[in-house]
């Protein structure tokens, strides 16, 4: 039924046509009602292996991945550089190469440095498809898990509404462009208007904004970007505020964990909310830094669709290795 998307590779929802990308969402959907109606698929990925390969920690995309294939009846292996040859050095190319001949599908996540790079490289060499679990540019799978949700909340009507993502200053460590990247290359694409809200020093990649500002214009949507957040929430239909570092202006860790304290007060509370539409939702594709980055007022409070929307993470990685997996 899907034999098209077979074997495709997703690193980046750029890569995929809309009505790819449509389709997709039209089976997650499918599987997502089927769990809800108790309908067994666990003959869809009979006996099939995905490999998950992090270089990083995840709460969400591991266990989303991992309860998915369980639930279409295969299994997942859980690896890391330093269980694997790896760490000795073993080349992107050996690495697939042998991995192809065990299992049907690669997912990785690297998001510092030359995560994308190494994706592609692996991508170059593999019979069998690589789903990017983030990389230092995109995050697909959370993406698409945030169209759904939106597409969920706003009985598809999406044309004609508002997000706005906005910069949140988010102490510690400094977080990938990947989140916000994807969101402002996606959203435009699905109808959407788009406000991209931040400090002068926290700008996206120039490349990345090209293709953001080209996906809108041929969409007919709008895309503006301000450096305010109060701005960027007032009327909009859906706030999806997180952290990320200044990457594009300094490689220095320590002048860029000091440019996110220089910034405080990105904070999404009740009085931003109280400005956006009356049924606005608010989104973060988590973890968030509770009571810095939103407020448990508004985290937990009548707007935030945030424990759908990583519910709805289950359902895509399930879509894209029900489509994907060869
Ligand atoms: N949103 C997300 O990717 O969460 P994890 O880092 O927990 O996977």
New binding site residues.
């Given amino acids: 039924m899907y034999n098209n998307l077979k074997g495709k590779h997703l690193i980046s929802t750029q890569d995929w046509t809309l009505p790819e990308l449509e389709q997709l969402l039209a089976v997650a959907s499918r599987l997502k009602q089927e769990r809800q109606l108790g309908i067994p698929h666990n003959t869809l990925l009979l006996a099939k292996t995905f490999f998950m390969l992090f270089f990083e ?6 266990n989303a991945f991992e309860a998915g294939i369980h639930q279409l009846g295969g299994h997942a292996h859980f690896l890391t550089p330093k269980a694997t040859q790896i760490d000795h050095g073993e080349t992107a190319k050996d690495t697939v190469k042998v991995l192809e001949r065990y299992g049907e599908g690669l997912g990785i996540r690297k998001t510092f440095g030359t995560g994308n790079a190494y994706m592609r490289e692996i991508a170059k060499w593999s019979k069998i498809p690589v789903v990017n679990m ?1 990389c230092e540019d995109y ?1 697909p799978t ?1 993406v698409l898990a945030d169209i759904m949700t939106i597409k969920e909340k706003f009985n598809n009507e999406l044309r004609g509404r508002r997000i706005c993502v906005s910069w949140t200053s988010a102490p510690n460590y400094i977080r990938p462009l990947s989140m916000a990247q994807s969101l402002v290359l996606a959203m435009p694409r699905f109808g959407l208007d788009v406000t991209l809200a931040h400090p002068p020093e926290f700008k996206l990649k120039p490349e990345i904004m090209e293709t953001a500002k080209a996906n809108a214009e041929a969409a007919g949507t709008k895309f503006e970007v301000v450096d305010s957040m109060d701005a960027a929430a007032e009327g909009a239909d859906i706030i999806y505020a997180k952290g990320w570092g200044p990457i594009v202006y300094t490689e220095d860790e320590k002048e860029g964990l000091a440019l996110i304290d220089k910034n405080p007060g990105w904070v999404v509370d009740q009085r931003r909310m109280n400005m956006a539409s009356r049924d606005s939702i608010y989104m973060h ?3 968030y830094d509770r009571d810095i980055e939103v407020t448990s007022e508004v985290v937990d409070g009548p707007h935030s669709v945030v424990f759908d929307e990583a519910e709805n ?1 289950l359902h895509i990685m399930k879509a894209i290795m029900a489509a994907t997996m060869i």
């Fill in positions: 920690e995840s709460t969400r995309t591991r983030q995050h959370q594709c988590m973890p993470r």
